[in-house]
Nanobody, 130 residues
Framework: QVQLVESGGGSVQAGGSLRLSCVVF????????LGWFRQAPGKEREGVAS???????KYADSVKGRFTISRNGAENTLYLQMNSLKPEDTAMYYC????????????????????????WGQGTQVTVSS
């Protein structure tokens, strides 16, 4: 059974940094698609960043240059380094995982759609104050 467990959320002031972690349990396939999503109150869940088993990364325009997605294979952990945080980054952040085909469903210049992912974590809250 695949389980994803996020951690690392918290409250920071604008301009600060946080690193989110997501440990992936039970996924033993070599080919994968991993992603970070976020959902602010009253808004739909949106993609933030994705990473596939070929090392291809994609980012939402709103976080390019500020956020970095990475993975530690030995620890089965996905990370999201968030720098220069803004109040509009405030949201519940979720990690997601599925087979690599999930990333292949992404449009050329966009992130994989939420519906492509079958495995989700419980979320970790990020609050950025001005």
């Amino acid at each position: 059974q695949v389980q994803l467990v996020e951690s690392g959320g918290g409250s920071v002031q604008a301009g600060g940094s946080l690193r989110l972690s997501c440990v992936v349990f039970g996924y033993a396939y070599r080919h994968y698609c991993l992603g970070w999503f976020r959902q602010a109150p009253g808004k739909e869940r949106e993609g933030v960043a994705s990473l596939d088993s070929d090392g291809t990364t994609k980012y939402a325009d709103s976080v390019k240059g500020r956020f970095t997605i990475s993975r530690n294979g030995a620890e089965n952990t996905l990370y999201l380094q968030m720098n220069s945080l803004k109040p509009e980054d405030t949201a519940m952040y979720y990690c997601a995982a599925d087979f690599k085909v999930a990333c292949l469903r992404a449009p050329a210049a966009g992130l994989p759609p939420r519906a492509s992912f079958g495995f989700w974590g419980q979320g970790t809250q990020v609050t950025v104050s001005s």
